[in-house]
Structure formats: structure tokens, C-alpha cells
Nanobody, 122 residues
Framework: QVQLVESGGGLVQAGGSLRLSCAAS????????MGWFRQAPGKERESVAAISWSAGNTAYADSVKGRFTISRDNAKKTVYLQMNSLKPEDTALYYC???????????????WGQGTQVTVSS
């Protein structure tokens, strides 16, 4: 069992930065691939970034490549999403996810966090 708690969301102006954190509980965190998804009103949940259990592999949505960076600290059982050069279209509810399979697919994710809101004003 893995429980995920996100933090770090908020309101930021376009061009600004935020860092999201996802703290996990459970003894097997290091076995899981981790990912960040987002869902804007009226849209489907989409994958933003993913990282393998060893951090040896990462993947990003085309829309965030070069602006977002995913990382993890297995000793702290935490995964991060550094978001730079934010745009209004990045506004969404951001979810942390854990799954034994990399890369993560929303329909198969084992565990979800409750989400943290990111709002980017123009």
C-alpha cells in the first residue's frame, strides 16, 4: 500500500516557477515508478512527466519538455516536479501517481494522490 500526498501548488504569474512535491508512505516506494498527471476542467487527465524507480529513465509530455523536470529522492520517499516558464495553459489540478510499471498509464496507475491546484495567470 502506498499513500501519496502532494504539496506546492498555488497561483503564479506566467513565466514564473513552482515546485511540486509528493510525499509517499509505505516501505516499497523505491520499487515504484512515479509520475505526475494533470487535469484541466473539461479535459481528460494527461501525463506530464514520469520517472523510473531508479531515476535512470524520465519521460515528458511534449508540451512541458524543456520547462519541467521530474526527480525523486528514494531516501526521503519523495518525488518532485520543478516547473519553470509556466504558461496559463499549464493551469490544472496536478496529481502524483505511483505504479510498478514504467512509463505510467493513467488507466493502469496503482495509486493516486489527492491533487494540488496550479493556476497560472496571464
Amino acid at each position: 500500500q502506498v499513500q501519496l500526498v502532494e504539496s506546492g501548488g498555488g497561483l503564479v504569474q506566467a513565466g514564473g516557477s513552482l515546485r511540486l512535491s509528493c510525499a509517499a508512505s509505505g516501505r516499497t516506494f523505491s520499487s515504484y515508478a512515479m509520475g505526475w498527471f494533470r487535469q484541466a476542467p473539461g479535459k481528460e487527465r494527461e501525463s506530464v512527466a514520469a520517472i523510473s524507480w531508479s531515476a535512470g529513465n524520465t519521460a515528458y509530455a511534449d508540451s512541458v519538455k524543456g520547462r519541467f523536470t521530474i526527480s525523486r529522492d528514494n531516501a526521503k520517499k519523495t518525488v518532485y516536479l520543478q516547473m519553470n516558464s509556466l504558461k496559463p495553459e499549464d493551469t490544472a489540478l496536478y496529481y502524483c501517481a505511483a505504479d510498478l510499471t514504467y512509463p505510467l498509464v493513467a488507466a493502469r496507475v496503482d495509486y493516486w494522490g489527492q491533487g494540488t491546484q496550479v493556476t497560472v495567470s496571464s
